[in-house]
């Protein structure tokens, strides 16, 4: 007997390799695609979260329509839409894939007993992990691991690779479609011309994905580390909204034998991504609190001069400033400059690691609630497998190190230009009559360091004793 039945995107805005939806689909059955704007539960998106999402909504619905359906668009709240929905359009199923944070799932929870005690079918599906977040556990304790090599060895060993679906060629729609909300604008940042390096949608992952493995992995495991290069996949906003699946990631890297070291370092990260789920389902709390107690304790400073110099990329640390000004044009940072501009944050200026989060998330394009707090917890040294807390990235080192001829800096702060090698990196230390013939002067065209960094290791090594 034919059905309807609605399929609720949520992170998952994709239609190949979606378990939710290849399940509602049965040439009989009438698929109604939705999503739902709901402003009610879970951690709403920061600003470029939002740009992204949006856009992805518009290219949902335009490969939806390729197909023959269209994507309903409901704004509220979840438990009060999807019911009503279900009902005014006859449904005898929704059908959804699982997110991880804990209002989230109570939420779900709560819907999809309010829809079976409607006689409705209501069924959850793993679409956008490798392994569900409870699978992968420690045999020594029984529960989830604390430390990402173990875990990582162990999923492995479980077996990365399951099968894959392709886009249906056909999705029926309903003789009927309910009435929908237009989809929101994303106008407010389409001015930003940087954005265009962008191209949201699960087009755009299939292209970043096949131009990664096909030009940029070679060399991998050593130039993901050098932010002027194109070496690593830019997939990161892709995969936070599932515009393509890990699934489907691992089957193309295995299929494109590409080096073994390279193509298992880029593997192993994905696996960063499932630790970090894993952490924020069994720390629910992972934005807020610290997964080692006793950081909780911790003297941060309030400095708010400093916390606005950085969030400007104005520290007089060309290669932090490096870091937030990309961050502010494009919505993104390369991963290296990531744990430096972290580090800064949480060390040399000693501020909680919680606002850089924060202001991490307003400006990602790929903010995603799991790698982002896992990442600050990583950084500050707090987390489960973190960094040792005296680990203190030299900015000074860490710029010649890794952007050696200074392109990636001096394309985001190009006041320094006429700087190369160490004094790009300080440029404090120059000859001023050197720094004046290229018209150059700190304080003015240039910011001088907001903080002298050896005094700044000391008063971070100082306070992280006292804990
Ligand atoms: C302070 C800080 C904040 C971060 N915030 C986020 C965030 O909000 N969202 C986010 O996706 N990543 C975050 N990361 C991790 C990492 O920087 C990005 O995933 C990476 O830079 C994305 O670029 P890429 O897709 O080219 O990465 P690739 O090197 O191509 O990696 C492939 C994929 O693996 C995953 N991945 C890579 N590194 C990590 C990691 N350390 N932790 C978890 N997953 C990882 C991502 O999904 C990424 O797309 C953060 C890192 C730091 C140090």
Redesign the pocket.
Known sequence: MSQHIIVWFRQDLRLNDNPALQSALNGKNAVIPVFIDDNDCGRQPGIMGRWWRDKSLAQLNDALKSCGSRLIFRKGRAQDVLPTLAKQVGATAVYWNRQYEADIVARDTAIKSKLKDSGIEAESFNGSLLFEPWEVTSKSTGGPFKVFTPFWRACCALGLKRGLWNVPDKITAPAQWPQSDALPATAPLDHMDSLNIWQPGEDGARDALALFLSENISGYAER?NLPAEPA?????PH??WGEISPARIVAETEAANIKTDDGTK?LS??G??EF?YQLLYHNPELAETCLQNKFEAFPWRNDADAFEAWKRGETGYPIVDAGMRELRRTGYM??RV??IA?SFLIKHLLIDWREGEKW?WEC?V???PA??S???QW?AGCGADAAPYFRIFNPMLQGPKFDADGIYTKTYVPELNALSGKTLYAPWTAKSDMLDSVAISLGDTYPNPIVNHEAARARALESFKSL
């Open positions: 993901r690593t996949s830019r997939l990161s995969l936070r880029f990260e994905l960063w991504r970090s390369h991963n990531r744990m972290a991490f990602l790929d903010a995603d790698n982002n896992a990442s600050w950084v």
